[in-house]
Each structure stands twice: as C-alpha cells, then as structure tokens.
C-alpha cells in the first residue's frame, strides 16, 4: 500500500539549503541518470526547438522537492537536458515555486491538442489520492455519456463543477498533486501563473494523432454515443 504523505509544502521550503544526497541526488540516482542519458543522448528542449545539443542532465520536468517526492522516481517525470538549458529552467522552476508559496497543493497543467496523450500521462504520473481536473471526466460524470462525446448542453455545468475546484484548490488541503488537463495553450498559460503550476506539454506526431481520433470515433460509434 502506498502511504501518502505530505511533500509538498514550498512555504516551508522555499530556500533549499540541503545538500545534494538529502536532495536525493545519490549514487543510485548518479547511476540512473547516467543511464537514462545514454538512452536520451539529446537535450529534449532544443529537440523542440530543432536544434541539436547534447544532454548533460536528468532534468525533473515537475519539479520535486526531494527524495520522497512521489514524482522523484517516477521515468515520465525526467527528461535530459543540457546544462545551459537546465540551468534556464531552473530560474523558470525557482519563480513558479515563489508565485505558488500561497497553495499547499501542487498544481500541474498538461496541455496538449486532443488525443495528444494528456490523460494516459497523467495516470502514469500521478499518485494515489492526487485529483484530475479534466472537463471531459466531468461531463462523463454528471451526464452518464461516454466520454468524447460532447454534449454541448452539460458545457456550463462542467465549467461549474471545474470553477468550484478550482475555487477549492485555493485553500489549504492534503492533496499532494492536482493534474489540470487542457487542449487551450492560454488557459494553460493562465492557469500556470494563477497557481504557479507547472505546465507539461503533450506533443505527438500528427499521423498517430488522427489515428487515436478515428478509434475514439469509432468507440463512440459502438456505443452509441
Ligand atoms: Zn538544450
């Protein structure tokens, strides 16, 4: 059984004065990260930006607060970095965290078009008793409907249930990690500097993309939605 514990408190932490094993960064962690570069050679920033540069480091995307932050360990929070471009992300970390000292919650946003991989991330990320804002899971469960298939009428009760969490997510609680999902880059955006979350990008290629469309559809079809 997991044991959930509360990790992420940035108020309590918004100078880190520890060194790098209480951090977590020992031998095992050496060992990995030597090994997750030899498999991801290339700096994944400058890959997005097609530009080719060596990777030096094992970047958390989400960053963590230590060892026994459940997303220290966890493979699809990591990706290689260069050191020029960690060291940018880094000060990028550094400022969301102080615009986020007023939550107790960690706010996570992963945006992306549809069918991009936004809900299978999450579920790979996340931990047991983390919460997931996600208007399509909303609309599945004030409607019965499967999801997808977009009942335009449920669209302000959606957006309601949606506000009162976030309304909610403003407060103190013990919930370790909410996992905002969007297609809308600006709301991402928005909601970013709101909360001081962390935005995660989905990106895939675009042929594999209208395939996961055209099953969805499919799907929906079946079911009569
Ligand atoms: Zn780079």
Known sequence: MKILKPLYHPRHKQIDTRGANERGYTYRWQQYAKQFLREHPLCARCEKEGVTEAAEVVDHIIPVRGPYDSLFWVA??????????????????????????????????????????????????????????????????ISGLPRHSRAETLLPFTASARDAIYARLRRPSDINTAWIITTDINAARRLSSEFGGSMVEMKVDEEERQRRIAMRNQDLGATGG
């Not at 007023?102 to 992306?112: E, K, P, Q």
């Not at 936004?118 to 609309?139: C, F, H, S």
């Open 76 to 141: 699809s929070n990591h990706q290689a970095l260069s050191a020029r471009c960690h060291s940018i992300k880094t000060r990028e970390d550094d400022a969301k965290l102080a615009q986020s000292s007023t939550y107790s919650t960690r706010v996570v946003i992963v945006y992306g078009l549809p069918a991009s991989g936004k809900t299978t991330y999450v579920l790979n990320t996340m931990e047991r008793g983390d919460i997931i804002v996600d208007m399509d899971r909303l609309a599945e469960a």
